[in-house]
């Protein structure tokens, strides 16, 4: 059974990395994808079924006109999924300027919660809807690299975890799918065992069997992980 045929899904992040293997992924099986992202351009399967919208997630105005972009285009939200993410290694907090850990909240933080607001306003009157979080296990486990990075997914963590709880009863889902380390951009040209990693197709697919599930069937929180990683 597919879930996702003719439901419309607006994916943040979803030029590169996770999120266009994702954007590719649910438009093969029968989505329309809006994507808002700082680099609005991506491979277009089929132009009635992706959009997109160049913007920062963290910025309330421009979250706000792609919503508005979207409705203009599909119609409506059925399913959000936050994937827009920052990262930055911060291995001596004394060296770390505001503006660095302004950036990361911004986004990893900042971003999901407007987002997520945005997407109720659609969701609440229909009664459903779905929102996904990529949160990772740097929301649940600390780096000593990446304090601030870790301290956002924490956050956002919470924040979905809390915004679950109040939305559930209007039957409304929220899934926070937390992936270990992936092969992708975000480690730039840092030295790590990239192929102990998992791939970008992987967290993709997990994302699609999250959405994927009957409509009475909610996934609060799925963590995995390359055991390969694990096993060290």
């Known amino acids: 059974m597919n879930e996702l045929k003719d439901k419309v899904v607006f994916i943040t992040g979803g030029s590169s990395g996770i999120g266009a293997a994702t954007s590719k992924l649910l438009q093969q099986q029968g989505a329309k994808v809006f994507n808002m992202s700082r680099r609005a351009g991506q491979e277009i399967i089929e132009s009635s079924t992706y959009a997109a919208y160049s913007g920062d997630v963290g910025n309330e105005k421009e979250v706000i006109a792609a919503f508005e972009k979207c409705i203009a285009v599909f119609g ?5 999924v936050n994937n827009a993410g920052l990262g930055t290694p911060t291995p001596d907090l004394t060296e770390t300027d505001l503006a660095t850990y302004d950036k990361m909240l911004n986004t990893n933080m900042r971003g999901v919660f407007l987002c997520c607001r945005e997407a109720m306003k659609i969701m609440k009157p229909k009664g459903k809807g779905h929102i996904v979080t990529l949160i990772s296990m740097a929301g649940q486990r600390t780096n000593p690299t990446a304090p601030i990075y870790c301290a956002s997914k924490f956050g956002a963590r919470g924040l979905s975890s809390g915004f679950a709880d109040q939305v559930l009863k209007l039957g409304i889902k929220v899934t926070e799918v ?9 480690w730039g040209d840092r030295k790590v065992p990239r192929e102990k990693f998992l791939k970008v197709e992987d967290v993709a697919n997990v994302i699609a069997f999250v959405l994927n599930q009957p409509e009475y069937v909610v996934i609060r929180e799925l963590n995995f992980d390359n055991i390969k990683f694990l096993a060290g």
């Not at 937390?178 to 975000?186: A, E, H, I, L, T």
């Open 178 to 186: 937390n992936p270990g380390p992936v092969d992708s951009n975000y």
């Open 76 to 80: 409506t939200v059925d399913i959000l």
